[in-house]
């Protein structure tokens, strides 16, 4: 439904040189190997090319190591020129359907997982009821990972938690999200309105690692506190952390859009009543030196004001 069609794939390789295709995968896949499965050619006939660009340019592209490649600094260089100028063609193209009225185009987009709902999923398929020709790359990826993706232009946006501080990146709109304490039905606080971190000592907890921006959070509201953070479990998978509370006496901290307490299948999602730790920010990011396609730019005004009115669609 959402996978990129034949029509965009053709017209990239049409004007982009195979060299250049070559080594945009060798970069993605860290590895010739893998490159070479996922353009269905032979790792000799890949390895052959990277050499003749890199002989071509004078310059080492890549690292080798004992297990796949990494880029040099000439490569990170030449796979930002390549990106951008997919960019660039991308979005010439779409001008050039728009003058026959066909509404087509890619967008690529980093998301924690947090996002999913209420805001990413639904407006993804709303958006696809009235731009049947536009296609989507949806990446689930922690806080971190997903400022990064933009900033490297290796996604047109991004949703996390908590506007980064850089200069490359420009928050499009934000909503805010509350910290919710995530525990089974029978648990000891199930019956709890609202919670302070101090109701939540003496019980095992279950939380984001360092890529997650709810784990930056809690960090830092333990260190206000006299309080030992010290999580039995530390995950980048939501899922494992909730089925952990759901299972255990573990309590799971997430952010949710509303502010209430709710039972959220067998878990009970309690607020926080700590206002000033409770309270975090859900930030759309664009790259500032990036312009974006007709389809992405589009796609992210319905995106930002689903969220600015705290709703889907």
Same mark, same amino acid.
């Given at each position: 439904?959402?996978?990129?069609?034949?029509?965009?794939?053709?017209?990239?390789?049409?004007?982009?040189?195979?060299?250049?295709?070559?080594?945009? $995968?060798?970069? !993605?896949?860290?590895?010739?190997? %893998?490159? /070479?499965? @996922?353009?269905?050619? *032979?790792?000799?006939?890949?390895?052959?090319?990277?050499?003749?660009?890199?002989?071509?340019?004078?310059?080492?592209?890549?690292?080798?190591?004992?297990?796949?490649?990494?880029?040099?600094?000439?490569?990170?260089?030449?796979?930002?020129?390549?990106?951008?100028?997919?960019?660039?063609?991308?979005?010439?193209?779409?001008?050039?359907?728009?003058?026959?009225?066909?509404?087509?185009?890619?967008?690529?987009?980093?998301?924690?997982?947090?996002?999913?709902?209420?805001?990413?999923?639904?407006?993804?398929?709303?958006?696809?009821? $009235?731009?049947? !020709?536009?296609?989507?790359?949806? %990446?689930? /990826?922690? @806080?971190?990972?997903? *400022?990064?993706?933009?900033?490297?232009?290796?996604?047109?946006?991004?949703?996390?938690?908590?506007?980064?501080?850089?200069?490359?990146?420009?928050?499009?709109?934000?909503?805010?999200?509350?910290?919710?304490?995530?525990?089974?039905?029978?648990?000891?606080?199930?019956?709890?309105?609202?919670?302070?971190?101090?109701?939540?000592?003496?019980?095992?907890?279950?939380?984001?690692?360092?890529?997650?921006?709810?784990?930056?959070?809690?960090?830092?509201?333990?260190?206000?506190?006299?309080?030992?953070?010290?999580?039995?479990?530390?995950?980048?998978?939501?899922?494992?952390?909730?089925?952990?509370?759901?299972? @255990?006496?573990?309590?799971?901290?997430?952010?949710?859009?509303?502010?209430?307490?709710?039972?959220?299948?067998?878990?009970?999602?309690?607020?926080?009543?700590?206002?000033?730790?409770?309270?975090?920010?859900?930030?759309?990011?664009?790259?500032?030196?990036?312009?974006?396609?007709?389809?992405?730019?589009?796609?992210?005004?319905?995106?930002?004001?689903?969220?600015?009115?705290?709703?889907?669609?």
């Amino acid at each position: 439904m959402f996978g990129k069609g034949k029509k965009a794939v053709a017209v990239s390789q049409l004007v982009q040189p195979r060299a250049f295709r070559y080594f945009e $995968a060798v970069a !993605r896949r860290g590895s010739i190997r %893998r490159a /070479a499965e @996922s353009l269905n050619i *032979a790792s000799s006939a890949v390895n052959r090319m990277i050499l003749e660009l890199e002989r071509a340019l004078g310059a080492q592209l890549f690292e080798r190591l004992p297990r796949g490649v990494r880029l040099t600094s000439a490569g990170e260089f030449l796979l930002l020129h390549i990106r951008r100028s997919n960019s660039a063609f991308e979005t010439v193209h779409e001008q050039i359907d728009a003058l026959k009225g066909v509404q087509r185009g890619h967008v690529a987009i980093a998301a924690v997982e947090a996002a999913i709902e209420p805001f990413l999923a639904r407006t993804v398929a709303q958006f696809h009821l $009235a731009h049947r !020709r536009v296609t989507y790359q949806v %990446r689930i /990826a922690g @806080s971190v990972e997903v *400022a990064n993706a933009v900033a490297q232009e290796q996604a047109d946006l991004g949703i996390t938690i908590n506007t980064p501080n850089s200069a490359r990146l420009l928050a499009l709109a934000t909503a805010a999200y509350y910290l919710h304490a995530f525990v089974g039905r029978s648990h000891p606080l199930a019956r709890y309105p609202a919670l302070r971190l101090t109701d939540c000592t003496g019980f095992p907890v279950a939380t984001g690692d360092e890529t997650l921006g709810g784990r930056q959070r809690l960090e830092h509201a333990f260190e206000q506190t006299s309080l030992d953070f010290r999580p039995v479990l530390a995950s980048n998978s939501i899922a494992l952390m909730l089925q952990s509370a759901k299972y @255990s006496d573990a309590i799971c901290f997430q952010a949710l859009p509303l502010m209430r307490r709710r039972a959220i299948g067998a878990l009970i999602a309690i607020p926080l009543a700590d206002r000033d730790i409770a309270e975090v920010e859900m930030a759309l990011i664009t790259n500032k030196r990036r312009t974006l396609t007709t389809a992405a730019a589009t796609f992210a005004a319905q995106l930002a004001q689903a969220m600015r009115r705290g709703r889907p669609g």
